[in-house]
């Protein structure tokens, strides 16, 4: 099985400052890596798969990048709605996994 | 718009048995492959199950095989999930999810509680 690790568990960001989030594989995975953000009491919500491809309608101050092991998600000027879990989430292999989440916080 | 909506979630005893289903809308249902995906309280994302398009290929995440079983009926476009031996670790929300080509998943439901606890 491959394991995600998220770092940090937790970012401390102010609104219009930048967020940098962190996700290493334990093995390759390719660019076969997505990213979610997830509100509380809501579900899951697709960001970036391919490692760096926006899914529709998410705003372009989220981007992805990496390859191979280490993996980044950058929010550019975090604004008040970004506020959230994020999770990275493999499926270069079974079973697919997810990291355990960073949490964005004011 | 795509809407996916689980139900069946509840309370149920250890060895207990429960089925979630999953209605599906908005998307042609029988060309997506299908997942769930769970989320104990207060805690991460744990993919449990993926199935084909037609069935035909279906996966489990080791903590569930052999006690769950994944099915799908593309003719009421529905997403089914039977959990049987079911263990108070298997309390969660389960959220149904789609998956279009690639493996990412696209789309959410809002998810079903199911507590397993006496």
């Known amino acids: 099985e491959i394991v995600m690790t998220q770092s940090p568990a937790t970012l401390s960001v102010s609104p219009g400052e930048r967020a940098t989030l962190s996700c290493r594989a334990s093995?390759?995975?390719?660019?076969?890596l997505a990213w979610y953000q997830q509100k509380p009491g809501q579900a899951p919500r697709l960001l970036i798969y391919g490692a760096s491809t926006r899914a529709t309608g998410v705003p372009a101050r989220f981007s992805g990048s990496g390859s191979g092991t280490e993996f980044t998600l950058t929010i550019s000027s975090l604004q008040s709605d970004d506020f959230a879990v994020y999770y990275c989430q493999q499926y270069n292999n079974w079973p697919r996994t997810f990291g355990q989440g960073t949490k964005v916080e004011i | 718009e795509v809407q996916l909506l689980e139900s069946g979630g509840g309370l149920v005893q250890p060895g207990g048995s429960l089925r979630l289903s999953c209605v599906a809308s908005g998307f042609t249902f029988s060309n997506n492959g299908m997942s769930w995906v769970r989320q104990a309280p207060g805690k991460g994302l744990e993919w449990v199950s993926v199935?084909?398009?037609?069935?035909?290929?279906?996966y489990y995440a080791d903590s569930v095989k052999g006690r769950f079983t994944i099915s799908r009926d593309n003719s009421k476009n529905t997403l089914y999930l039977q959990m049987n031996s079911l263990r108070a670790e298997d309390t969660a929300i389960y959220y149904c999810?789609?998956?279009?080509?690639?493996?990412?998943?696209?789309?959410w439901g809002q998810g079903t509680l199911v507590t397993v606890s006496s």
């Open positions: 093995q390759s995975v390719s660019t076969y």
């Open positions: 199935i084909s398009t037609s069935g035909g290929i279906i």
């Open positions: 999810a789609k998956k279009p080509q690639g493996g990412w998943f696209d789309a």
